[in-house]
């Protein structure tokens, strides 16, 4: 069953860059890191299925987890066509981004694009703009973004462009919960910490993409007294879909990543809870998780004495 999906996942995913190659872009339609079309909502988690898994034992992540902590891994993503790693790691304080001889296969990591770029713990990493900005979080309880000299490849050069504290978008305690941009680089999706309750804020951004250009006020929503939502993770991660209608986020280490309904685009308050969790395979403790921008893949990360990533795939 894993080889099977395994072989179709990477024929949709050479299809894709055959098709990339054509058009001459490495993104599909839509904006963010190259995602889905506008108005696309992610699907139901109960169409997902585990794959495969990866772990630094016995040496197959040994390219990018030896090269520098054995707990490298804190924050990832990919590219739109799969080919490019992009990796934080919290306890070198680096930004990496590496090349795949695999498609969406990180155990395949074969050369380093670019060069370590130094962010102070960084978090949350992500492919923005069509490639041309990586987000991130870093120790200072900061949002921010980094224009790249070239799409998809992360350098020494490249430094953070615009920055915004977490108190710019919602938080009023001291804390660092997951935050992302919309796909279009308009809204700052965050959960956050209000006067000792978990929230979930959402801020409009004057410039797309431009955290120096003006934040709007933030419409917050206390979910952990309404739909008993708690922000125990370390490392929890939170996305939302390009319809500004679908949230997806791991509250914990444990129960699995849960999805989120808001009846009005974009609008806190109208958020419910749906009743379907992807649930971890093995019951592994998770502290990271990505969703690929065309949402064939759901890619979860274990950082204990080692580092384990697992791949789902949407049947």
Known sequence: MAAKLFDRGLSRALAREDQQGINGLRCCPGGGGGGPGAGQSFPDLSGYVFDTEWEDVGGELDTILDTHSTRSISSFAFSPDG??????????????TWNLGTAWDPSSATTQAG???????????????????????????????????????????????????????GSNDSGDGPVCFSTDGAYLVAAVEITNQDS????????????????????????EANLSVLHTAVNSRIFIDPAGTGILFSQDATSGIARFTLGTAYD???VTKDSNILSYNGGVSINEFWISDDFEYIFTCRRTSTVLVQRYVKV
């Open 200 to 223: 979930l804020a959402i801020t409009s951004v004057t410039t797309p993409y431009d955290l120096d250009g003006g934040l709007g006020t933030p419409d917050t929503y206390d979910w």
């Open 83 to 96: 080919l490019t790693f992009l990796v934080g790691n919290f306890f070198d304080d680096i930004i990496q």
């Open 115 to 169: 060069s370590d770029c130094s962010i102070n713990s960084p978090k949350y990493v992500r492919f923005e703009d069509g490639g041309s900005k990586v987000s991130c979080w870093d120790s200072g309880d900061d949002y921010n973004t980094i224009d790249l000299a070239t799409n998809y490849v992360i350098t020494a050069g490249d430094t953070i462009t615009t920055s915004a504290d977490d108190t710019e978008f």
């Open 268 to 270: 806190p308050s109208t």
